[in-house]
Structures are given as C-alpha cells and as structure tokens.
C-alpha cells in the first residue's frame, strides 16, 4: 500500500477514477477539537446546543448548519465542503408550518455548493458539488449523487443507487465495494486535510 508520507506529498485522494486535492488549511482559520473535528472559523453553526458532530468531521469555509430550526446528527469521519447548506426540512400539516430532524451517518462526503434539506443521509454517501437534496428526501447507505443534481422532494434513495440530473433519477447500481471506497475517501481527507503555521509559508 501507499505510504503515508508519499499520500501527504501527493495531495490527492483517488475515488472512483476522480482525484480531489485536499489542501492544508492555516491553524488559525480553524478550530480544532478535542475529538478531532475541525471546523472553518468562517462556517455558521446556529443553534449550537441543537447540533451533534461526532469525531473527525471536516466543516469547511462559508458553510451553514441550521441547528437552529430543529436538531442536526452527524456521524463520524464526515466532510461538508465549503459553501453547503445544512438545513432541517420543513413540513406543513393544518396550515402549521413545522421542521423536522436531520441525521447524516458516518463517512460521508458532501462536496462543494450543495444545499441538503433531506431528512436522512446515510453512511458512506457522496453528495456532489452543487446539488440540491430536496425537502425530507431519504438517502440510504452506500448512495452517490452526482454533481449538479436536483432530487424533488420525498425522494427515496435506495442503498447502492447513483442518481443523476434534474430531477434526480436513477443512474446506476453501485457495487458492493463501495462502503469501503468512501470509508478509504473520507480517512484520506481527513489525513490530507493538515494545519499549517501561515508565518512559516510567508
């Protein structure tokens, strides 16, 4: 297997034939916790004491977590990229607007620009860039959504399923190796994904 070392040098992470440079972030623009998470100084959390970020999760720059609205779960060794929305769909019954919980499971990747309103995002799912998980949508494990697609909302996504376009629809069925794909991704990530000391690269 690859080094660690050769992996640093190289950084990139290698899923499904797509390389994804994870660059080194400067010490002072996160925060890093006891648990290991690290967090962008410049992502918003409302609603803190609603919101539940397990270990070594990635919260990257301008993102937004609505815990505000109601109660947000994400399981371990995720990553949310930068310019996502996180926000708990909403729901109307006898003219009463009301919201709903999120739960995202462990080792799952959402990439850059995409909005999530979903009730349930498994574990090992990747999310593309500028997607758009309609309200109360449903995604098993083992899910890939491909860039640029829209799912309606009450969208059901079966384990093992790619969607793809606008509206969502099914792609393709995804092999059983790909749990271990996105657990492979997601450590990578967050291996590459290092604190640097900004004075030392003036």
């Known amino acids: 297997g690859i080094s660690q070392a050769s992996r640093v040098s190289v950084l990139a992470i290698m ?19 006891v648990q290991g998470s690290k ?12 919101i539940t970020l397990a270990g070594k999760i990635i919260v990257e720059h301008d993102v937004v977590i609505r815990g505000d609205l109601h109660k947000i779960k994400v399981g371990k060794h995720c990553v949310i990229r930068p310019n996502c929305v996180i926000r ?16 995202i499971g462990s080792h799952t990747f959402i990439d850059q620009g995409t909005i999530v309103e979903a009730l349930k995002i498994g574990s090992f799912v990747h999310i593309g860039k500028n997607c758009v998980i309609g309200k109360r949508c449903i995604i098993s494990d083992c899910c890939r959504i491909e860039d640029g697609t829209i ?26 190796s790909f ?18 000391d900004s004075e030392s690269q003036a």
């Open 179 to 196: 749990e271990n794909s996105m657990i492979q991704m997601t450590r990578d990530f967050y291996f590459l994904f290092r604190p640097v």
């Open 88 to 103: 708990p769909p909403s729901k109307k019954a006898k003219g009463t607007l009301s919201f709903l919980p999120v739960q």
């Open 15 to 33: 899923s499904r034939g797509c390389v994804m440079e994870a660059m080194p972030f400067f010490t002072e623009d996160y925060i890093q916790t």
């Open 39 to 50: 967090y962008s100084e410049d992502a918003d959390f409302f609603g803190s004491q609603n």
């Open 151 to 176: 799912l309606p909302p009450d969208t059901i996504v079966a384990p093992f399923s790619s969607y793809q376009g606008v509206p969502g629809s099914m792609k393709e069925e995804l092999s059983e």
